[in-house]
């Protein structure tokens, strides 16, 4: 089966960084559109970014724009996300998610995500 496994994550000051990782296995890695996904505390997953199968094309939810970047590696099957100044109030779970490409399909909808990893913690201090 499809398998997902995020890394990187970890305790960090406010304004420092962070890149996470996503290595993927038993998946066609260039045939799917790949995301970040994050769940807060006590507050329900939302989108963070996404990258297209050839990384030509990028997506950012609005709070984190300029502030994140999503990159991928097919040859390896890893998906990344660079985090550089951090706020406190990007403490989540970060997930990977990957998405059959198909015309009609969202980038930030979580319901058209495939297959999805267990999380990494990510914690920002003030």
């Known amino acids: 089966q499809v398998q997902l496994v995020e890394s990187g994550g970890g305790l960090v000051q406010a304004g420092g960084s962070l890149r996470l990782s996503c290595a993927a296995s038993?998946?066609?890695?260039?045939?799917?559109?790949m995301g970040w996904f994050r769940r807060a505390p006590g507050k329900e997953r939302e989108f963070v970014a996404a990258?297209?199968?050839?990384?030509?094309?990028?997506y950012y939810a609005d709070s984190v724009k300029g502030r994140f970047t999503i990159s991928r590696d097919n040859a390896k099957n890893t998906v990344y996300l660079q985090m550089n100044s951090l706020k406190p109030e990007d403490t989540a779970v970060y997930y990977c998610?990957?998405?059959?490409?198909?015309?009609?399909?969202?980038?930030?909808?979580?319901?058209?995500?495939?297959?999805w990893g267990q999380g990494t913690q990510v914690t920002v201090s003030s």
């Open positions: 998610a990957a998405s059959i490409v198909y015309s009609g399909r969202s980038y930030k909808a979580g319901r058209d995500y495939d297959y």
């Open positions: 990258i297209s199968w050839s990384g030509s094309s990028t």
């Open positions: 038993r998946l066609t890695f260039s045939s799917y559109t």
